[in-house]
């Protein structure tokens, strides 16, 4: 693949930023109240609070992209094993990494929700299937 280029999507791109902003949003509690602006109590209403539409629009989009880089970034379609190890060695260290830092600084819960997360499984009995 060394003289291809790939197409890049900056508008799904950037819908997808606008996502997880909306979500890091949502999760940071932001409130705008200023006594006399009602502007900033529809904000916090209506945008912020509804941080967890972002999360769908994330999700969808980032399936999007991978289906579209799979499909038109290789030359030969890749094995489903393949692709899935590829993924995982992408994104787990970094979620490593960053989960231990987390932990290390603030240490939220305990070790048994700390290892329970850092190999995949849910903490919350609500979210398990």
Known sequence: ????????????????????????????????????????????????????????????ISGFIIAWIAVLGRAAPEAPLEFAVRRFFRVAPVYWLLSAVYVYLFNPRGWTEFMTSMSFLPTDPRSAP
Do not use: C, N, Y
């Open 1 to 60: 693949m060394a003289g291809k280029t790939q197409p890049v999507l900056h508008s799904i791109q950037a819908l997808r930023g606008l996502a997880a902003l909306q979500v890091v949003v949502l999760h940071s509690e932001l409130a705008l109240a200023v006594p006399g602006l009602p502007v900033f109590d529809w904000v916090t209403k209506h945008v912020i609070q509804r941080g967890t539409a972002g999360v769908d629009v994330f999700f969808v």
